[in-house]
Structure formats: C-alpha cells, structure tokens
C-alpha cells in the first residue's frame, strides 16, 4: 500500500465519487472482490443513508495498512503507477477516503494475524470540494477481534451534506438501485457468494458455486434458471495490429423470457459490471429474429480482454470503459450469443412447477428436436400435437409457416429469389406517387423477393407475378406493405423486418386442413430451420409438456405405471 504521486493521481483523479448509497455499496464490493472474497454480505437499512455494511472474506489488511486505507490516494493497486495494467477493480485509491468525508465509517479488519484492527473515521464538517482530510484529527484506530478478512460499515451517509440528501430519489428507487447493482455483481461473478440484506430482511443469496444459472435463480428465480442457457466461450479479436482472447461467460435467458428495457441485459468488462452500449447492441444483435422488436432479453455476460485492451480510466464512477477495436469485440460477443442460442440445449426437467400455467415450455432445444417428432394429430386445424422423447409438442401451425416462410424467403433473397408465380390475369393496384418511384428504384429487390411489377401509369402498378414460398401464394396488396419497408432505408435490421412482415402476411399463412403428410412435412420443415423455436417475431412456435407433468398431474409416477 502506498501513496500515488502527483503525476499520477492528476491522470486518475474522478471527481466526486459518492453521490448516492449505490456508489458506496459499489466500491464496497469492489475491494472485496479485489481483496479476492469468495464470500460478501451486504446489509443496507432504508435508503442507504442510514446504514450500508459490506462484510467480505478477503485478504484484509494489517493495522498499519488499514490505517493507509482510508487517506485519499493511497492503493495497493496501482504497483508501478501503470495504467494499461491494471487486473484490479479499484484503481485510484479514492474511495475509503471519499466515504469517510461524507460518513461516519468504521473499517475493522484481518489479515490473518492474531489480532485485526479497527479504524474509525468521522466525516468532518462540510468542507470545500478537493481539499484534503485534515489527518489524523477524526481518526481513531484500535485493534479488534475479527477472523481473516475486512468489513466496513457506513453509517449516517451525507449527514455533513445536505445538498446530496436533497437530491436523493424515493428511498425505495435508492434501494432498488442498490439491489439492482448487488444483483449485476452476483449474476457476473457467480463464483462468488452474495448475500444482500434490506432492514433485517434476506432479499437474495448467491450459492458461489461458479455457475450463472445458480446465480440467476437465487437473483430471478426459477422460471428464469430454467429458462435459459450459459456461454462459455473463448475467441480471438483483432486489436490493432494484435490478437486479443476474448473469454466470454454468462447467462441467456430465452426468448420466452424478455423484458420491455434493456436494463436486464448486465455486462462485465473485465469483472466489472458496466455500461457499454455496443456491447449491448452486439448481445441483442445475437437474438436476431428470437427478439420481437420492442422487447429486450435478461443477459448476464462477462467478457475478459487483455487489460491492454480495455481503458478502465474513462468514467469518475467506472459505470463504462473505453474498449480498444470496440467493433471486433462486439462481433465476438455477437457471434458467440448466437451460437450460444443456436445449440442451447436446455429445459432443465428437474423441479418443474406442477401448476399447469407453467407446464406448457416454450421448447428452445437443439434443432435436432424436432427430427424424432411424429405427429399424432390436429386440434382445432390450429395446432399439431406430436410426440418426441418425453414430450408432447404443441406445434402451433401458423408461427410454424411463419418461421419456415421466413428462412426461405431470406435465403432465397440471398440466392436465386424467391419462388414466385404468374397472376393471370394481372393485378392492378393504386399507389401513391412515392411508391410508384420506389417500384422502379427498388426493382431489383422486387424481382428477387418474387414481384414482377411496372408502373401503368395514372398512380397504377401493374402486378404480374407474386411471392410463393411453399407454394403458398401471396395477395397482390404485399406489394404495398414490402414497398413501404423498401423505402424505410437500407439498414440490414429493417432488411430482416420486412421479411419477417412478408413472412408473416395472412395470405402466406396456413389456416386450413393439413393432410397427414402436410403435416409431417411442416414439422420436418421446421425443424430444418436454423431457429426453429420461435416466429419470425419473436414469438414461440412449439410448447413441450414433459411427460413428468402428466404424471405428476395424474399422481403418477413417470414410466412406472
Ligand atoms: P482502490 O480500491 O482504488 O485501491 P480504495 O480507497 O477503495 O482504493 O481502497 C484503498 C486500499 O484499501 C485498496 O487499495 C486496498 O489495498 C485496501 N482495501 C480496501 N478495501 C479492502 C478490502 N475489503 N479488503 C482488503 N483490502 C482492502
Ligand atoms: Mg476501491
């Protein structure tokens, strides 16, 4: 532990760095996992301001070290004051020193020795911003009984400040804020066992088994755990003119589980949770189509670079790092929740709920799911149940075609075209004078999504031929809604969208009767698709009930009649 000179501290000095409970619940946490703590309990009372205490089982300190602790600028972290090194959470030696003026905190800590310490530090009146501690005069030190590692509580928060406690929101927002950042911690580090504690009450607790879908089911609870899928993966960005491995490791819920923000999709650089908007495009980027538009998914991923890499030093409170080649990350972060999505094999079976709302699974195997399906019949020509494994599938008919409509007609946008049949006689449609431009603009599009179309004069279009993928045959008027998305713009996203529209238009769509062989010939369809478990739009095309259900429900047990 040492002081950091001038030089130094003017390069990393942030600012005010506690302006509200969360921040010192943060830092807190962010020493004990430095510290190296498989274990940290987190107890906060009210808003924060009353009381936050974060007891971990780390290194700890010797006196004369937690006596350093709490000035401004001292670290153990920054060893040859070399930036582009840093491996540590903490890097700036402010923080102890930061709570200390704004609180009263006491420190008390072990490194293994006989004895700990105990250090107690009473923020002094208000005092003009930048000005040092006046040392020593509201310090007290002592020692203390207390086993290996270090526990700081933080008791009457701004009480020299005023301004700050005016600013403060609702003390139920400040405490959701804590839990919120509590909860991207546990989910992130799930080797590392967290505890957090509101007035007395348990509100989650990690187990520190290292695994994310534990994590994420003492955090979310069960629906999401079993509705989800890990990623472990390592792979290589160029940054610069180097390689960097990137390892990436988390939690993806599946699209049956999304949420209306974006807040639920927590990402770590480097172990510490933050906020990097790319990254987040490149995780939603990887649910493609399994997204409906305005939805979000939960995701907890943690992405390790070389510390080369990554610029930790470019936010006062750390919510965001500057990332080198921030593009070739992003790709690798896309790329592996696709995978990750596309091979997810999960359902976990074990400790289903025996309400029936939840023994209807939105199936999210393998692809492979679906070979071994037979179809055992149709229920209001709406739905095809079938039989595969232990499970009965309810197939439902139409987000099926929808699915299937829609990986032909992008491949066949991507290929030759789509297949497309002659209307005889031809269908005129009346459009308006940007959309009869746009069917000579966009008519090389047009050819090969499977129009065949000219203007005729008088705001008219002419419709010769029409998309027909699976030889169903599309109404004229698709014209209409595929110009309107033409005209939108050449992003790829929009390019998606606007299949995704034709895909699901009424008239591409089965309602009627199947055959059997129609029927068995869907399903094999489908499970030929690259994502076969969801529409186009984001919605489920296939429910499982696990035969565990029916028996259970039955009072049964399973295969033992
Ligand atoms: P920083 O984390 O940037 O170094 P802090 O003010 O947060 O600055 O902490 C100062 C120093 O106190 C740290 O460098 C570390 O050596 C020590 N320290 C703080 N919290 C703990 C802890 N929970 N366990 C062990 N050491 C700690
Ligand atoms: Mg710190």
Known sequence: MRRLDRETVDRI??????????????????????????RIEIEVDGDGTERIRVADDGRGMSADEAELAVERHTTSKLPDCDLTAVETLGFRGEALASIADVARMTLTTNDGGPRGTSVHVDGAGPRSAGSRPAAGDDVTVDSAGRGRGTTVEVRDLFHNRPARVESLAAPATEFERISD??????????????????????????????????????????????????????????????????????????????????????????GRPVSVPALRRAVERGYGSLLAGDRHPVVALAVSLPPWAVDPNVHPTKQTV?????????????????????????????????????????????????????????????????????DLLVIDQHAAHERINYERLRAAVESEGVESVPLDPPATLSLSPGQVAAVESH????????????????????????????????????LESTLTALREGEDPNRRDELLADLAC????????????????????????????????????????????HLARGFERHPRRG
């Open 13 to 38: 000095a942030a600012g005010e760095v506690v302006t509200r409970p969360a921040r010192v619940v943060e830092e807190l946490v962010e020493n004990a996992l430095d510290a190296g703590a498989e």
């Open 181 to 270: 950042r509590v909860a991207a911690y546990a989910l992130l580090r799930p080797d590392v066992a967290l505890s957090l504690e509101h007035d007395g009450r348990r509100v989650f607790a990690t187990p520190g088994s290292g695994d994310a879908a534990d994590a994420a089911l003492s955090v979310y609870g069960r629906e999401v755990a079993r509705e989800s899928t890990t990623v472990d993966a390592t792979a290589t960005a160029t940054v610069g003119d180097e390689k960097a491995t990137v390892e990436l490791r988390g939690l993806l819920a599946y699209p049956s589980i999304t949420r209306a923000s974006a807040d639920h999709v927590r990402i770590a650089v480097n």
């Open 322 to 390: 500057a990332l080198r080649a921030a593009d070739a990350v992003a790709g690798v972060v896309e790329d592996a929740v696709s995978d990750a999505l596309s091979t997810a094999d999960l359902r976990r079976s074990a400790d289903v709920a025996m309400d029936l709302d939840a023994a209807l699974d939105p199936v999210d195997t393998a692809a492979s799911a679906l070979d071994d399906a037979t179809v055992l019949g149709r229920f209001r020509d709406l739905y095809l149940l079938c039989e595969a494994d232990d």
């Open 443 to 478: 008519a090389d599009e047009l050819e090969r999504l499977g129009f065949d179309c000219e203007p005729f004069g008088g705001g008219t279009v002419r419709v010769r031929a029409v998309p027909a993928p699976l030889g169903r045959v599309a109404a004229p008027d698709t």
């Open 505 to 548: 238009h009424p008239s591409l769509k089965a309602g009627d009767e199947l055959t059997d062989d129609d029927a068995a010939a869907l399903v094999e369809r489908l499970g030929a698709c690259e994502q076969p478990f969801a529409c186009p739009h984001g919605r489920p095309t296939v429910l499982a009930i696990d035969e565990g």
